[in-house]
């Protein structure tokens, strides 16, 4: 049985911009009320309550998480508000303008110092010259191109998404999805659990999520910056994505065939459910490991 | 599944040459990253020059880049997405690796010290690629299109591997009695939640009153005939799986698809969000519109969220 916890550091990257709430002066709520939180009814609301549910211990594994709710916060405003939507992207569209202006500024200034360099043709005293101011524009021009892409694609992704698409369930419920497991005694009882792992793996279906978008599932990804591992993470991903486990899970009921899965990726598996890369990456690891370290067409 | 076309190979050094020079950035999720992240130079700027003089991407004398002939560089370097698509055949597994900025495409591959791009193409361009990698049905009228509950599914299973255990079926061979099928699953009726026997019975009947199984008067049932091609071609070695990843800040869009080739047709295996099992046949039309939803951009929905969107809406960017 794996057990999981910790979780992934933030890496750097503007604040974005979010919609002053506006709504009107609130009536005084009834004790109870405060008492009482409504219980989350989706994803969105599940990623602002989960900390508090997380201070109560329960049994079985845990996932820490994340503090950072920014993005998801900019997605629940958008739901059903075309006007938020609207603001959000002004004002998406201005911060990327202002980074842009920045970039070209410094742009400007270290072409002046590549001219320098080329009419010196980068000999190793230019070079050693020039490298301080170079290294020190490059980096900044470094850090808003990065905040220019944050910018676009968050705004690109409001668009896409128009706030149907919320966090994936599937790292809150992996204790219960454990404990059935580990009732279970039979291959074709743990297969039973498998194939039907679509409900926590997406988004909670609404009658209002296109149905383009109820497979997209969103996640978080944390330190591959600190680590420039991006590539190797995605690869690992798609291999222990559980979309793909239930795919899998299911051809095989019909041909029999023994799963397959190299030490390497066992070995990524279990480094993974440490949380170098935060609870979203946990939580595929952890249901990966779950069923694909047995084989459900033995009985 | 082709080698990349066209392909630009550049070394280390020219990389960290056109790092240098600002010609190229770095965003984190590239997998070029490393080159920002290690803040690497060229061990000589002046072979890396001439080398990338002569692969024509450098003026010779300013030492700039020039910035049309790096645009390929710079869809790899500055992605916002990036598609797998990984081709398992039994022990054999065959990786492309494309990377995705505002619409254009780059296949991408490093091979020890040298780093391949293919040339710049569109995301319509790539989804076609991936369709002329397969051989769909031909018969669109009798395509299977099927929702499973897990436990209907599991029953489907026990019939579908009674049909492959038969070489040439011939007729009533490949029958089985409900106590033979009951007989494939364990009793754990005393555990809650689990599905027993009565469910299981029950399964069986709503494949019967669905036609996916024929009872006959012995109480013998078998997998309806439309069913024995795919019972029999289905191999849980032999798919292509797609990942596609649409990057943000910390957060990651995914869209996972697995098809499985078949000796005469395609199928597409998925979970579905109510927590069902779907199998979808494809002909070469479904083919393209599941592999533009698998792969290609998201549209923008904001401007009316319920209008359903297909595949033309996918490439409304490219």
Known sequence: MSSIGG????????????????????????????????????????????????????????????????????????????????????????????????????????????????????????????????????????????????????????????????????????????????????????????????????????????????????????????????????????????????????????????????????????????????????????????????????? | MNAINNELKLAEDEIAYLRYTCNIFFLPESPLYVFEAEKREPKSFGAAHDALTKKGLVDPDTWRGKEEALATLAVVAECDARVLWQRHMGEEKVVRDFYVQSGAVVEYKRDGHTYHFGAETSEQDMVAEVVRGFTPAQHASTLLDLVFSPGEYLVFAVFARDVRAVAEPKSGEDRMTLEEVLACFDDESDVPSIPNDSDFQRHTQTLVDRDLLKKDAGNNFTLATELHAFARGMSSETYDAFTRYDFIDEEWLIRETTIYPTSDSIYLLSSLSDGSVSVQELDSQKLSEVIAQAIATLPDISDNPMKPRFAKDFFVRA
């Open chain 1, 7 to 299: 979780g992934g550091g933030r890496i750097g990257g503007p604040q974005g911009p979010l919609v002053p709430t506006s709504t009107p002066a609130e009536a005084p709520k009834k004790a109870e009320e405060v008492a009482k939180p409504p219980a989350p009814n989706d994803g969105f609301e599940r990623g602002t309550t989960a900390k508090r549910a997380a201070d109560t211990p329960v049994p079985g594994p845990t996932i820490k998480v994340e503090g950072d709710q920014k993005f998801n916060e900019m997605l629940r405003q958008t739901r059903n508000d075309p006007k938020a939507l609207t603001a959000l992207a002004n004002t998406l569209s201005l911060t990327f303008n202002r980074f842009a202006a920045d970039f070209g500024g410094d742009k400007n200034k270290v072409s002046t110092l590549l001219d320098q360099l080329s009419g010196a043709k980068f000999s190793q005293l230019a070079v050693e010259q020039t490298r301080g101011e170079i290294s020190s524009l490059r980096e900044r021009m470094s850090i808003t191109k990065h905040r220019m892409a944050i910018q676009k694609r968050r705004l690109h992704a409001l668009k896409q998404l128009a706030g149907r698409v919320s966090d994936s369930r599937f790292a809150e419920e992996m204790a219960s999805i454990e404990a059935k497991v580990e009732l279970l005694e039979t291959g074709w009882a743990e297969s039973f659990v498998g194939l039907g792992l679509g409900k926590v793996i997406y988004s909670p279906s609404h009658e209002e999520t296109p149905e383009h978008l109820k497979k997209v599932v969103k996640t978080t990804i944390s330190n591959t910056k600190r680590n420039h591992d991006a590539e190797a993470l995605g690869e690992l991903m798609s291999e222990i994505h559980p979309a793909r486990g239930v795919s899998q899970r299911a051809a095989r009921e019909i041909d029999g065939k023994d799963k397959r899965v190299s030490q390497e990726v066992l070995d990524q598996v279990r480094k993974e459910q440490r949380g170098p890369h935060g609870r979203s990456v946990q939580a595929f690891a952890a249901l990966f490991e779950l069923f694909e370290t047995s084989d459900p067409t033995e009985e």
